[in-house]
């Protein structure tokens, strides 16, 4: 049965009673088995590392994974969303190094592997039930017990077969790279490290020459801040298309050539030196210099020691000459690499080893540690005239967070796999998939592609997947193992697992020779794992060949977009060098979450709310939809503000959530008053002819055909705008603009129609949003599926809104022509309302007319068919229309914005100010089209000026007219004051105190109260305006309206004294109504006729089904001891039937008040008859002077002179004591009367028969009166 909906929501609580009912159903999993045999959709998720919680980029992700894989779901396909842990790699050692003290590979080989992979084990799945409770309380359906880990013996094992297709393809090979150095560690580390500690250093700051060999005079000048790298100079490069200069410095008489820009860097002022010649950077490719040192000359047969040009050379420091020294920068490295003056795969110039010291290539600093040796090379090139500057130079440099030591670029020995060669193949697969946001597949991530580099795949580290390389001690010989079938055919040994600490001591014979074969002690980097996933998660090619072949590439991903370098280029390289193809059909790319400053999210800083307590304080659906409804879905940055948040309830929820509890209520008072069981059949409903109905419906339609085109093309950031505006069409026009239709004011039939509309509309709504807000549609739905009629329910379980399928589109309700209507109208209003706030003229107070001018006469024909709505909501008495502005006299006048125009146009602004005042109303008009005009040569903008309508007084008569347009319509408002409609908004205003008074005492608009009131002055000016619109009033409240005072017996609910119009407005509302006339006719409370058929015997009867109204509500099981019990009947085996329905202990009986059931021992009734009477006389009863007792509430009853029909036997006693239990007064003295003045009382002398349908009176005694 549906059940009332409360005023108030917390929508935390809700969700996670929400979270119960889902734990309960099992609701994730039962989605999956109901959707086993439909077409599969194939999802893979990115692995997080579970080592730290998750942060609002992984919610972010998250929710944007969790509304794809839903709407793929309910668009009626099957799809597995298993959760992945990335448990490799450097954030894990990185704990443990830090916990366990750990400096570097000493360490680790004092510990040993095994012991050290132990704990790296241990704390891989730290916060693992962290993750899983804050993604399950976000609303995210995601399998963690099916989840995969790149730890699992078998996806390592599919990590392998890919490194093997790929070793057998010829794709892999041992070379170096360049990366950060740890000397005091003797080892590389990840640029994550790197990046851990940063410090302000002072290092040395040299210029040094580089003599051409044409001409040795001319020298060009290079910088830098690390002397320790010059004896490994190869070349140095200059930027192509920055110009450069040959001078000449006066004092000494040398030529150099320099960057023109960084003159600054030799020389203070420009009278040091004459500038000889000018040339772009690309005059200087291929020229040969000097050597610094003899140290590898023999590197000239490969093009050493020339200038080489690359973009990477700027102009904000240095000289615009670049030493190169290719095994200690990345830059270096690469460039020296595409002029061939290194090979990748050559025998490196690295005189340096792994605790930072020459060796003794370089013979004059052999043994030296490098920073110690800078200050001993600076001297050295100074004695050769080889230096021209040496200073100092301040900068932020990384150091070796475990040892705090400087760190030093410097090649390492590397397994690559080979990329260049597949970047046209790259490109072609990446055209092939389909990005959200466009830009970023042709911009960054297809930049990224056309500047790939061969990918260095190798770690030197302990806890990873092993790379599955067994060589000879010279390389020569090398076996590459793509399983663990093939490992234990080779070495004869039984695998268990395949970390370090498993398999590093296995040996394979060698087939060349050489001894045994060893395993490469290095491990693959985590981003090869994570690359590897669409095969490692499922183990392929091991298991699951055909069901993965199927179902690649998957049809959608999505991660941040600072996996462009990260998730999506290893995914795209390997599935590429595999199968030639893309590994993924749809990604959605999401921009970073910031700080609310800007700045980057810092646990330090403490610049961010944490995600717990905002899902705590607002819930996980204002949370997703202020992340989804924002900037950051088109791959843009998002400042977070909590404020968003908060708003999100404001303005989406709390109007949704409102006309959801308004359709609920007027349900049940439909139920309740006419006795109408509201079940709603989308087949069988009634069509309506109210065209605020048609609109809604078509609307609705419109946005389900949007949605669908939108969610299919993965625009979530399309889609989520139009929803949150849906809200505000349903809440905002249809619901306030029909409120008296859905309370039944209208009659019966008007209101079935509108609220069979709101229901449609808010179910279509429902079931659009689950993916989007999973719980407040679901804490809607579990209420409002009692109302749909059994028999239209197609699905078979129907228990969660998650269940349902997405709503056809029924384009036979789409009406563009009534869309275009009420959008019209809107705007009207909308202007309407702008006049309003700025003439300061609230929506109470009527006005005599609103004009509203428009070229287009269609158009105003349209807006002609909803008057009615445009007159009730301007609250106004005449819509005039017109396609003539002139006839109202209406011309655009401008004014210049002193303070923007002021300071941008300085002396000139006078003169433009006054040729703005003096523009016509023509041009102004073309101005509003375009957004710019040409004043006095300057070009202004909607900015720069304020227009305001001006009318001729002479063309418009006496009429004050307030004009506002949108460039299409123009709106003028009549604001002449009147003072009829002053008085009226003065009722209104009166109107409005008791309704908010009504909503704060929580009223419901079925609860009966009466109101009184008191306005001090007496005969003063609201007192007059009350008096004279008092059924005006009463119109609206719908409830009894009194002057004070207060009767001392009424049951007062709530009181406000407040002021208006300069008088003292006391409110008081009482529970119950004091009018006679107010109580409603008939009996006063719900009852139902009964026909008895039972025991040989017919008998007619009457049950009340509530006594005093409100109180002692009649279920099925006491309706029949009751019946039992009156009717005197000897069988406990009762069966009553409506309209040859047997009732149940479902049935809601108040439903059915007023009507005829038939009672007997368990055969339906032959014959029905329904009787329009009462079988039985009855009296009313109304409490006067006190509230009733023992638990009860209400003051109205009522008590049948007889029962079962017929049976006459009640006496003035037996009237006193049912009185008296009706309202719990058995030890109270009470007085019946016909009246409420006490004047006719009742007596033991006094006909009962006579009394039958009036109201008694009851009046309580006080103890020693006489009764």
């Known amino acids: 049965m549906v059940q009332p909906v409360p005023e108030t929501i917390n929508f935390p609580a809700e969700e996670e009673q929400i979270l119960k009912i889902w734990k309960e159903l099992d609701c994730f999993q039962e989605c999956l088995k109901q959707s086993k045999n439909k077409p599969r959709y194939t999802f893979y998720d990115g692995p997080p590392f579970a080592t730290g919680l998750p942060h609002y980029g992984h919610i972010l992700a998250g929710t944007i994974k969790d509304i794809v894989t839903r709407f793929a779901h309910q668009s009626g396909f099957s799809v597995e969303r298993r959760f992945g842990w990335d448990c490799h790699g450097l954030p894990v050692e990185y704990e443990i190094d830090k916990t366990l003290g750990i400096k570097g590979p000493e360490d680790v080989a004092k510990m040993g592997i095994a012991e050290y992979n132990r704990h790296c084990r241990s704390i891989v799945m730290r916060y693992s039930g962290e993750w899983e409770t804050a993604i399950t309380r976000l609303g995210r359906w995601i399998d963690f017990k099916n989840d995969y880990k790149t730890l699992y013996p078998s996806f390592m094992e599919s990590v392998w077969w890919v490194f093997k297709q790929l070793y057998d393809k010829g794709l892999v090979y041992r070379g170096v790279k360049v990366m950060p150095f740890s000397t005091a560690c003797n080892t590389p580390l990840s640029n994550f490290e790197a990046h851990q500690n940063y410090k302000d250093v002072q290092d040395p700051s040299v210029i040094v020459t580089f003599p051409l060999e044409e001409d040795e005079n001319i020298s060009l000048v290079a910088w830098t801040t690390t002397p320790w790298t010059l004896p490994s100079n190869l070349a140095v490069c200059v930027s192509p298309e920055y110009q450069y200069v040959k001078i000449k410095e006066i004092s000494s008489g040398n030529i150099y050539i320099i960057m023109e820009a960084r003159l600054v860097a030799l020389f203070k002022s420009d009278t040091e030196y004459n500038i000889l010649e000018r040339f772009k950077g690309i005059a200087l490719k291929g020229k040969k210099y000097k050597p610094l040192f003899d140290y590898f000359l023999e590197c000239k047969e490969t093009g050493a020691f020339s200038v080489l040009v690359d973009n990477y050379v700027k102009e904000e420091e240095g000289t615009g000459v670049v030493h190169q020294a290719p095994y200690f920068g990345a830059d270096d490295f690469r460039v020296c690499v595409d002029y061939g003056i290194i090979q990748k795969d050559s025998s490196p110039v690295c005189p340096v080893d792994a605790s930072g010291c020459f060796t003794a290539e370089v013979k004059d600093f052999a043994g030296q540690y490098v920073k110690d040796a800078d200050k001993n090379i600076i001297k050295y090139l100074k004695d050769k005239g080889r230096l021209v500057h040496c200073s100092t130079f301040n900068h932020n440099?990384?150091?070796?967070?475990?040892?705090?030591?400087?760190?030093?670029?410097?090649?390492?020995?590397?397994?690559?796999?080979?990329?260049?060669?597949?970047?046209?193949?790259?490109?072609?697969?990446?055209?092939?998939?389909?990005?959200?946001?466009?830009?970023?597949?042709?911009?960054?991530?297809?930049?990224?592609?056309?500047?790939?580099?061969?990918?260095?795949?190798?770690?030197?580290?302990?806890?990873?997947?092993?790379?599955?390389?067994?060589?000879s001690e010279d390389f020569e010989e090398v076996v590459c193992v793509g399983s663990v079938a093939e490992l234990e055919d080779l070495s004869g040994i039984k695998i268990e697992d395949l970390h370090r600490e498993s398999v590093d001591h296995i040996t394979i014979p060698s087939h060349g020779g050489k001894g045994v074969l060893r395993r490469v002690s290095e491990v693959f980097d985590c981003w090869f794992e994570s690359g590897s996933m669409p095969y490692a998660q499922v183990h392929y090619p091991f298991e699951n060949r055909r069901e993965f072949e199927d179902s690649f590439p998957a049809d959608f991903i999505a991660e941040g977009i600072d996996q462009t370098r990260g998730w999506f280029y290893t995914l795209l390289v390997l599935s590429t060098a595999l199968f030639g193809k893309?590994?993924?059909?749809?990604?959605?790319?999401?921009?970073?979450?910031?700080?609310?400053?800007?700045?980057?999210?810092?646990?330090?800083?403490?610049?961010?709310?944490?995600?717990?307590?905002?899902?705590?304080?607002?819930?996980?659906?204002?949370?997703?939809?202020?992340?989804?409804?924002?900037?950051?879905?088109?791959?843009?940055?998002?400042?977070?503000?909590?404020?968003?948040?908060?708003?999100?309830?404001?303005?989406?929820?709390?109007?949704?959530?409102?006309?959801?509890?308004?359709?609920?209520?007027?349900?049940?008072?439909?139920?309740?008053?006419?006795?109408?069981?509201?079940?709603?059949?989308?087949?069988?409903?009634?069509?309506?002819?109210?065209?605020?109905?048609?609109?809604?419906?078509?609307?609705?339609?419109?946005?389900?055909?949007?949605?669908?085109?939108?969610?299919?093309?993965?625009?979530?950031?399309?889609?989520?705008?139009?929803?949150?505006?849906?809200?505000?069409?349903?809440?905002?026009?249809?619901?306030?603009?029909?409120?008296?239709?859905?309370?039944?004011?209208?009659?019966?039939?008007?209101?079935?129609?509108?609220?069979?509309?709101?229901?449609?509309?808010?179910?279509?709504?429902?079931?659009?949003?689950?993916?989007?807000?999973?719980?407040?549609?679901?804490?809607?739905?579990?209420?409002?599926?009692?109302?749909?009629?059994?028999?239209?329910?197609?699905?078979?379980?129907?228990?969660?809104?998650?269940?349902?399928?997405?709503?056809?589109?029924?384009?036979?309700?789409?009406?563009?022509?009534?869309?275009?209507?009420v959008a019209q109208m809107q705007s009207v209003i909308e202007l309407g309302r702008v006049i309003r706030d700025r003439k300061t003229l609230p929506v109470k107070y009527p006005l005599k007319e609103v004009v509203v001018i428009q070229k287009d006469s269609e158009a105003l024909e349209e807006i002609r068919s909803l008057e009615k709505y445009i007159l009730e909501e301007l609250n106004v008495r005449q819509l005039t229309l017109s396609t003539d502005k002139d006839k109202y006299g209406i011309r655009l006048k401008a004014e210049p914005d002193h303070m923007v125009l002021g300071k941008r146009l300085k002396g000139a602004f006078k003169s433009v100010a006054a040729a703005i005042k003096g523009l016509q109303s023509v041009q102004l008009e073309e101005f509003q089209k375009s957004g710019s005009i040409i004043v006095e040569g300057h070009e202004l903008h909607e900015e720069d000026l304020r227009l305001m309508y001006t009318f001729d007084a002479s063309t418009a008569g006496s009429a004050q007219y307030e004009a506002h347009s949108d460039f299409q319509a123009l709106v003028l408002l009549d604001v002449t004051p009147d003072q009829s409609m002053v008085d009226e908004g003065v009722a209104r205003e009166v109107i409005n105190r008791i309704q908010k008074l009504r909503k704060k005492a929580h009223l419901v608009p079925s609860d009966e109260i009466t109101i009184y009131y008191s306005s001090q002055p007496t005969g003063e000016y609201l007192d007059n305006v009350i008096k004279n619109h008092t059924d005006f009033i009463l119109g609206t409240v719908k409830s009894s309206l009194k002057l004070y005072p207060v009767p001392n017996s009424a049951e007062i609910i709530i009181q406000e004294k407040t002021q208006l119009k300069g008088s003292n407005l006391d409110l008081t509302l009482a529970k119950g109504t004091s009018d006679v006339g107010a109580l409603p006719l008939g009996l006063n409370c719900a009852y139902v006729n009964l026909k008895v058929s039972v025991d040989g015997k017919k008998q007619d009867g009457v049950i009340l089904l509530e006594n005093p109204r409100g109180d002692n509500i009649v279920n099925l099981i006491k309706l029949k001891n009751m019946i039992i019990s009156i009717f005197r009947l000897q069988t406990s085996k009762l069966a009553i039937f409506h309209e040859k329905k047997e009732l149940t202990n479902e049935t809601d009986l108040m439903i059915l008040s007023g009507k005829t059931v038939y009672v007997t021992a368990g055969t339906a009734p032959e014959a029905i008859i329904q009787s329009e009477n009462l079988l039985c006389k009855y009296v009313n009863l109304q409490l006067v002077n006190a509230k009733p007792q023992e638990c009860l509430k209400g003051t109205v009853g009522a008590i049948l002179l007889e029962n079962p029909a017929g049976d006459t036997g009640l006496t003035y006693p037996g009237l006193l004591h049912e009185t008296a239990k009706v309202f719990g007064l058995r030890s109270k003295k009470l007085r019946l009367c016909l009246d409420d003045a006490k004047a006719e009382g009742i007596t033991n002398d006094s006909s009962l028969k006579l009394l039958n349908t009036k109201t008694i009176y009851i009046h309580v005694l006080p103890r020693t009166a006489e009764s």
């Open 397 to 471: 440099y990384p150091f070796c967070w475990r040892s705090d030591t400087p760190l030093i670029y410097k090649a390492v020995p590397s397994w690559f796999v080979r990329v260049e060669h597949m970047v046209d193949k790259l490109l072609e697969n990446n055209d092939k998939c389909y990005w959200v946001p466009e830009f970023v597949r042709e911009k960054r991530f297809g930049n990224w592609l056309k500047d790939a580099r061969d990918w260095a795949i190798s770690r030197n580290r302990y806890w990873g997947t092993p790379i599955p390389l067994w060589v």
């Open 582 to 821: 893309p590994p993924f059909r749809n990604v959605i790319v999401n921009g970073l979450v910031l700080a609310s400053d800007g700045q980057k999210m810092s646990k330090r800083k403490k610049n961010y709310p944490d995600p717990i307590n905002i899902v705590n304080k607002y819930g996980a659906d204002a949370l997703r939809l202020y992340l989804i409804n924002s900037p950051v879905v088109r791959a843009e940055n998002l400042r977070f503000k909590e404020d968003g948040v908060r708003d999100v309830l404001k303005d989406v929820f709390l109007p949704w959530y409102n006309a959801y509890r308004f359709l609920i209520q007027n349900v049940q008072k439909l139920q309740k008053e006419e006795g109408i069981q509201f079940l709603y059949n989308e087949s069988t409903v009634e069509d309506s002819n109210n065209i605020m109905d048609k609109w809604i419906l078509s609307f609705t339609q419109s946005l389900i055909q949007f949605f669908k085109t939108e969610m299919e093309a993965y625009r979530l950031y399309t889609v989520v705008p139009r929803l949150v505006k849906f809200v505000d069409m349903l809440t905002n026009w249809y619901v306030r603009m029909n409120r008296k239709r859905l309370k039944g004011e209208t009659g019966t039939e008007d209101c079935e129609r509108a609220l069979e509309t709101l229901f449609a509309v808010l179910f279509y709504m429902c079931r659009l949003m689950a993916p989007f807000t999973p719980f407040i549609t679901e804490l809607m739905y579990q209420n409002l599926r009692h109302l749909i009629d059994p028999s239209s329910v197609e699905n078979k379980d129907t228990s969660c809104i998650h269940y349902l399928m997405l709503p056809q589109v029924r384009e036979s309700i789409i009406d563009r022509r009534i869309e275009t209507a």
